[in-house]
């Protein structure tokens, strides 16, 4: 995924989403609980997924239980890409990933076949949507993005 084109100087115009306009509302949402389940998968497997605008990964963290005892564990996060958090000014903690964790694209092939759209559809459809998020990022606007 090229992260450049979610770096924007201006705001997103309609015609840079094609694909969106063509899609119903329980289209998109179908596209990206495919890519929702998808993401989960890799993450199973102890592998991270680039998503142009950031990385799903899963992180060590500690979580404090009863009796101040405090446990490693580990929690799926959304990494921001560096470049884009400079670029848009944001705050966030540094968040390494583990060297030995491996990095893949996601795999818009097999996210189609297992919801049945075409995988151009698939990979435009994610592109525009985060072109969206990259477009709410350079206009300060609140974004909710939630996945299971």
Known sequence: A???????YNAVEP?????????????ICKVWSGMSRHIYKQLL???????GVGTFAVVPAHASVEGG???PVE???FILNKPLKMFYNLESDETKISDETPVVQPDFE?????????HEIV????????????????????????FR
């Not at 015609?15 to 289209?27: A, C, H, I, V």
């Not at 497997?45 to 998503?51: D, G």
């Open 15 to 27: 015609e840079e989403l094609p694909t969106l306009r063509e899609l119903s509302t329980m289209e």
């Open 110 to 118: 097999e996210i189609a076949a297992n919801i049945h759209f075409r």
């Open 45 to 51: 497997q102890k592998r991270a997924v680039e998503i």
């Open 75 to 77: 929690r799926p996060m």
């Open 69 to 71: 005892k405090v446990l």
């Open 123 to 146: 990979e435009q459809c994610v592109q525009e949507t985060l072109l969206c998020f990259a477009g709410a990022l350079r206009d300060n606007k609140e974004v909710e993005f939630s």
């Open 2 to 8: 090229n992260m450049q084109k979610y770096l924007l």
